[in-house]
């Protein structure tokens, strides 16, 4: 795969963008009125998961993976210790989003890999892989926003999420929501944004439904839910299966 496959949905996060417009726009804007599904919203639910993954013993292990502004990051209960990995094809977004979580969680380990979610090929410098995130399995993985920024078809985000299972430890989750394009109802501003977007790569979601994604999620993990509210799949995914 090379990096124009995905870079259109990652290029658009200038150092402008992230700091005047990402926030306010996407997150504000958005989610609330062409999505129907807030900020508020949908940082309860990555609160909700991050809380409910914390182990037993040892530092809370955390890979974000399309990570934008850190918004997410900035508002979530981190627990003091935890070691944080920021994962994006952005290198912008990777800088922006490690120092807000420092900014807001200064006991947190942060570190950067730049590398591309749909890269299906290990042996790739920008394959997400387990050595390349330290070598040890994660209490939560959280994919906010993201598939619907990625190419199609809905298979082939599908399997690369997919390939994240063997990452989660088993008493872990992996969670995550996107705008869905089929098999809901986007009202004006939704649909002007979607044409928008789509035609620019943007997004490129037209053909992503709610049973794309879950579905391929039950073959790697036991344990799988997920509510559509507005047009926004929120996801998680525990008991990833082994063998």
């Known amino acids: 795969m090379t990096v124009t496959d995905t870079a259109p949905g990652a290029a658009v996060y200038s ?14 804007i958005g989610n609330s009125y062409a999505w129907c599904c807030s900020s508020a919203r949908q940082c309860a639910f990555y609160s909700r998961q991050l809380a409910s993954s914390r182990p037993k013993s040892g530092p809370f292990r955390l890979c974000d993976i399309g990570v934008a502004t ?19 094809l952005n290198t912008n977004s990777l800088d922006y989003a490690a120092n807000r979580l420092l900014a807001a969680h200064p006991s947190t380990s942060a570190s950067k890999v730049h590398a591309d979610f749909l890269e299906a090929d290990a042996g ?4 997400i892989t387990l050595p390349r995130l330290g070598g040890e399995k994660f209490d939560a993985i959280s994919c906010m926003f993201l598939l619907h920024c990625v190419p199609g078809p809905p298979a082939r985000k599908a399997a690369a999420l997919q390939r ?13 929501t996107t705008v869905l394009g089929k098999g809901v109802e986007h009202n004006f501003f939704g649909r ?12 490129v979601n037209w053909d992503d439904d709610a049973e794309s994604i879950v579905q391929p999620l039950r073959e790697v993990f036991a344990d799988v839910k997920f509510e559509i509210v507005g047009t926004v799949l ?10």
């Open 15 to 28: 150092p402008f963008f992230l700091r005047w417009v990402y926030d306010a726009w996407v997150l504000n």
């Open 70 to 88: 850190g918004y997410y990051l900035e508002h979530a209960p981190i627990p003091e210790g935890s070691e944080v990995t920021v994962v994006d």
């Open 124 to 127: 790739e410098e920008l394959a």
């Open 164 to 176: 994240l299972a063997p990452l989660v430890k088993d008493e872990g989750v992996m969670f995550g």
């Open 192 to 203: 002007m944004l979607m044409n928008n977007y789509n035609t620019r790569g943007t997004f």
């Open 234 to 243: 929120l996801w998680e995914a525990r008991r990833p299966k082994t063998g």
